[in-house]
């Protein structure tokens, strides 16, 4: 053995990124309440349900337009390309959210489902998608008005999956792939440092513990936190967020 293998620092299992959302109260054009449909185009994401009901309203190539019904207990989760909207039901709904790949949603691996005129034009996708200042009623206003817009570009791409045209479906896919592209380069660091690092880890632990070295073991600890912002404005609703090492560091403008 080369070395001795480490414990992964402060960082969550598996390097992945952890919120807590509550869905938003605000009514939308379709008469439902709920958070901004958007999409990731290299993170899964999952939906662990500790309360009330509600929805997740999907779009895919594949399967079209899909609800899967969320309760406690029920965890739901929807790879990358799956546009994906959070819908309130009863009772207050809340999702503890894990998000793979440490911090690259955080980074820019989401789009908003905006009409195609506004995820055109570079400018206006950013000013659309963009939060004026964290909290007030400024950050609300914008919050609502992009849900609004990304619930517009929904309605359309939805409506069109029904008719059986998957082509803006397919538009809306290239057009988030344009937008990200600047920001790949740099998720590549986030992603070495964060899963494929604890990936790389354990197999290290399994090489040792093979050879009967259980060196690693000494390093053990435990670690604790608490949520260093909460109710901020995310995607999906209010979001509880922690400031460890790819989590959930807020979004651009958040």
Known sequence: MSGKPSGGGGK???GIGLSHI????????????GGSPHIHLACTEAYVVTAGQG??????????FTQTPLE????AWF???TVHRMVRGSGGLRVTVLM???GLPEAGDAVFTFPPEVLDDPGAYAAAAALP???GPDAERAARERRDLAVEGFLRLKDALKDGDAEPLHAFHRAAARIVAPKVAAW????????????????RQLAALAEGDASHLSAGRVRSAEPTRRGGYGMCGRRDEYELPGVTLPYGGE
């Open 133 to 135: 200042a964290k909290e």
């Open 188 to 203: 590549e660091p986030r992603w070495r440092d964060g899963a494929l690092a604890a990936a790389e880890r354990t197999g």
């Open 100 to 102: 793979q790949n440490s």
């Open 12 to 14: 969550l299992p598996g």
């Open 55 to 64: 929805t997740v309203q999907t779009l895919t190539v594949e399967d079209g």
């Open 79 to 81: 790879t990358p390309g």
């Open 72 to 75: 406690p207990g029920v965890i």
């Open 22 to 33: 509550s869905a938003y109260d605000w009514e939308a054009a379709d008469g439902v309440c």
